[in-house]
């Protein structure tokens, strides 16, 4: 793609007592260009980059299992992953690959320290149970309810 370099000039004719004309000019500034933000995909396009048939149906388990952790958890997406949070934090994430998706935990300690961690999905059969309790866990700490 060609991007021209472009110099613009305003004119402006002038006319004197003595009635003879002029042009006065000067540069002016192109605006500039900023590309507007990306907007986040909606769930079904994330899920959607999976081409593994066979995991949607469990990537929606396992979406439908954290939201059912309590009703004010917030799902949001991104342009590559569904993150789940609870007032304000992220508890959890489910990243698809193309053959797989990862099931991210924001481990929240006691004190509120945060430290990631991920379960990768390749079958469907996998016991993400642990996983699970990580995430119950973490929203235990924020919220109290431990």
Do not use: W
């Not at 370099?5 to 402006?12: A, D, F, K, P, S």
């Not at 004197?16 to 500034?29: A, W």
């Not at 769930?43 to 149906?57: C, D, F, H, R, V």
């Not at 396992?62 to 609870?86: C, H, L, P, Q, R």
């Amino acid at each position: 793609m060609v991007i021209p370099e472009i110099e613009l000039y305003e004119y402006t004719i002038l006319k004197t007592l003595d009635e003879k004309e002029g042009i006065c000019f000067h540069p002016v500034s192109l605006p500039k260009y900023e590309e507007p933000p990306s907007k986040p995909k909606s769930i079904a396009e994330i899920k959607a980059y999976m081409t593994k048939e066979s995991l949607k149906p469990y990537f929606d388990r396992i979406f439908e299992k954290i939201k059912s952790i309590n009703k004010d958890i917030e799902d949001y997406t991104t342009a590559s992953y569904v993150g789940f949070k609870y007032r304000g934090r992220q508890i959890a994430s489910l990243a698809p690959h193309r053959k797989s998706f990862d099931i991210g935990v924001a481990k929240i300690d006691e004190d509120g320290r945060t430290s990631y961690e991920y379960q990768r999905i390749e079958s469907g059969s996998e016991n993400y149970a642990e996983t699970f309790e990580k995430i119950q866990k973490s929203f235990g700490n924020i919220s109290g309810k431990i």
